[in-house]
Every structure is written in C-alpha cells, then in structure tokens.
C-alpha cells in the first residue's frame, strides 16, 4: 500500500493530489480491497480475479488518466498473486483473467482521457459563457451619478452565469438612467436580443430626452431582431434633480422602499412589452432623501417554494433598508435561496439605487459624465 501512495505522488511531481485524483484512487483501492477479502475468504481456488477488471473503471469515474493506470497496475499485481497461489495444473483461467485486467485497464485509461478532455471542454464553454455575460451586463456602482447603485445577476444554472436578464445604469445629461429587463426564452439566442435590447440603450439613452422616445427606439431594435412571438419585458426609469420618473413595458414594477414603508410602483395603464409596439404612460415620483429603489426581474416575484411565492414585499424593508446597496442586495439573495432551498427556475436580475437627496450646486454646468469637459 506504502508503493501505492508513492506511485500518484510521483505522478504529481509532489504537488498536492486533485480532489478527482483521490477520489478515484480512493473508490478504486476499496473496492480491490473487497474483492480481495472475497477471495480470500473462499479459500485457495482463485475465483474473483476477473472481477479485479472493474476496479480501473471505477477509478477513471473520477480520475485522470494517471490514477486509472495506477489503480489497475495494482489490481493487475493484486490479481497475478492470486492466480498464482491459487492455480492447478490443467487451469489457467485465473492468468486470463489477468490479462483481461490489463487489457481492462487500457480501455479505463482511454474512457478517462476522454471524459477529462470533455469536462475540460465544458469547463471552457462555462469560462467564455461568464465572459459573454460580463460583456452583456458590466459591472454596476458604486456611484452612477449622484445615486448609490448596485447590480446583481443570480443564475438559476450553477454552472453557467449566462441568460436573457439584463440591466444598465447610465449617467446622462437628462439624469440617471436605468434599465432592466427580461427576454423571452434562454441560452444564446436570449443573450443576443439582451446585447441588442442593451447595445441599443446605451446609445439613444444620452440622445433620447423622453424616456417614451427610448421605448419606441427600443422597440424597433427588438422587432428587427427577434421572431413574432418574442419580446422583451423591460422597465425604465429616471431620476433627475430628485423627480423619479418611471416606463414600464409588460415588467415587474419597481418597488420603493421609504422610512419602513414599502410601495411598489405600478403603472397608470398597464403596456405590452418591447416587439409589440407598446404604448406607454410615465409614472413620475418625488423622491426623499434616504429613498431606495429596487428594479427587479420576474425570477424574484415568481420564485416560489411548496407553492408559495417569495415575499420580497413583505421583507423588503428588513432585507433592503440597511447597509448599502451592495450588502441589500446581498441580503436578498440569500434569503432567496435559503427559500428556494438553493433551487431557481429562472435567473434574476437586480438593481437597488439609493437617493441621498439633493446634490450640492456646482459652479460649473458640466454634467457629471462628460469628466475632463470644459465650459
């Protein structure tokens, strides 16, 4: 056994063993363990060597290469002591079944190579995916104007960040501008409508001085690039000089969070979403200082457990009012997934913008996003 933890720690160069590599060798030196406390329970007769075969292809479930040829090099010496101490003259069946350990340990080794070259293909395909999504949705906050501001994109795949949500916080000379919305359906397809739906924001946001005028640009972008029975939910909102106005096209509404008190911002008149020419009406707030606001995607107010949905109003002072926005939204997912025990059935997208009142007036006129300007 002493040889058997030299021969993978040669292998490794002397580096710490992979969790792979000793899970492999692991399952694979108990399970020649049993097998040979069969066969010694049964007495001299070698009648369990073949099943020695199984123990490389246990190891290569789990393992490199490298441990697989360990695990059957041993059970390959493991079987030839016994066939030998336990052959008659006229049987050689036990040495066969050697070789068949030999040749078992070939083929493992070769299901390991490619198992390994495909879970590194995949390990890949899950890096580009992250970097696709980091490309779509960039990285929000601290500060976009004079407004806290935070994002955060919860996967309802573990494996993959990558989906149809989508956010954006811009600082225009009309104000502070946000966006979240939510494509239909998921994969690709959903993350190219989301870089057009964005890529198409973050131009006619600074041009645009109507957020209705950014809804209909929107909504061309869309219909050019989607099929008839895809859309996009998305909400838009603005704040300048402390007024808080609001679109919402076919979306969640906002949720506003004031001295303990919660208040979800409906719509005057309820709008289809972009792709279907939608026709919207602006909802137009007051904002106070200390006001918080939380954009969210349909993932959050239809995440459910035995049933039942979760309680983002009800909780959403406790979660939300304290801290910044970065550890709001924070608190929000783990009390979603403590809900859900850990289980999504859609990703979600969120923003939460704090207002901390009236910006001090400043000499110059320049907008705070055109930095380096001159008057």
């Given at each position: 056994m002493l040889v058997a933890v030299r021969i993978p720690l040669a292998l490794s160069g002397g580096r710490p063993l992979s969790p792979g590599f000793r899970a492999g060798l692991g399952a694979a030196f108990v399970l020649l363990l049993l097998i040979s406390a069969v066969e010694l329970a049964d007495?001299?007769?070698?009648?369990?060597?073949?099943?020695?075969?199984?123990?490389?292809?246990l190891a290569a479930v789990f393992a490199p290469w490298q441990a697989v040829l360990v695990a059957g090099g041993v059970a390959t010496a493991v079987g030839t002591v016994f066939a030998f101490f336990g052959m008659s003259q006229d049987d050689l069946s036990a040495f066969i079944n050697v070789i068949g350990i030999g040749l078992a340990t070939g083929i493992a080794a070769l299901v390991a190579v490619v198992r390994q070259?495909?879970?590194?293909?995949?390990?890949?395909?899950?890096?580009?995916?992250t970097i696709a999504q980091q490309a779509v949705?960039?990285?929000?906050?601290?500060?976009?104007?004079?407004?806290?501001?935070?994002?955060?994109?919860?996967?309802?795949?573990?494996?993959?960040?990558?989906?149809?949500?989508?956010?954006?916080?811009?600082?225009?000379p009309y104000g502070v501008r946000m966006i979240i919305g939510d494509v239909r359906g998921k994969g690709l397809d959903a993350v190219r409508t989301?870089?057009?739906?964005?890529?198409?924001?973050?131009?006619?946001?600074?041009?645009?001085?109507?957020?209705?005028?950014?809804?209909?640009?929107?909504?061309r972008a869309v219909a050019r690039s989607v099929g008839d029975e895809d859309f996009v939910t998305a909400c838009l909102v603005e704040e300048r000089g402390?007024?808080?106005?609001?679109?919402?096209?076919?979306?969640?509404?906002?949720?506003?969070?004031?001295?303990?008190?919660?208040?979800?911002?409906?719509?005057?008149s309820p709008a289809p979403p972009l792709g279907f020419?939608?026709?919207?009406?602006?909802r137009v707030e007051r904002l106070e200082?200390?006001?918080?606001?939380?954009?969210?995607t349909d993932g959050l107010a239809e995440a459910r457990r035995d049933g039942e949905f979760f309680p983002i109003t009800e909780r959403?002072?406790?979660?939300?009012?304290?801290?910044?926005?970065?550890?709001?939204?924070?608190?929000?997912?783990?009390?979603?997934?403590?809900?859900?025990?850990?289980?999504?059935?859609?990703?979600?997208?969120?923003?939460?913008?704090?207002?901390?009142?009236?910006?001090?007036?400043?000499?110059?006129?320049v907008p705070s996003w055109e930095l380096g300007a001159t008057n």
């Open positions: 007495g001299r007769e070698a009648r369990f060597v073949g099943l020695m075969a199984t123990v490389p292809f070259r495909q879970a590194e293909r995949i390990a890949e395909l899950a890096k580009l995916a949705l960039r990285p929000l906050g601290p500060k976009v104007g004079t407004l806290a501001v935070a994002g955060r994109y919860i996967s309802a795949t573990a494996a993959a960040d990558i989906g149809g949500d989508l956010y954006e916080a811009l600082d225009t989301a870089s057009i739906v964005l890529g198409s924001y973050r131009h006619v946001a600074f041009e645009r001085a109507d957020l209705r005028a950014i809804v209909a640009d929107l909504d402390g007024t808080l106005t609001i679109v919402n096209c076919g979306h969640p509404a906002p949720i506003l969070i004031r001295r303990g008190e919660v208040i979800t911002l409906d719509p005057p020419m939608p026709v919207v009406r602006s200082p200390g006001d918080r606001l939380l954009l969210l959403a002072w406790k979660l939300l009012g304290h801290g910044t926005v970065g550890d709001g939204l924070a608190s929000v997912e783990s009390a979603l997934m403590e809900w859900v025990h850990n289980r999504l059935d859609d990703d979600i997208a969120l923003i939460l913008m704090e207002y901390a009142g009236p910006s001090q007036p400043t000499l110059s006129p």
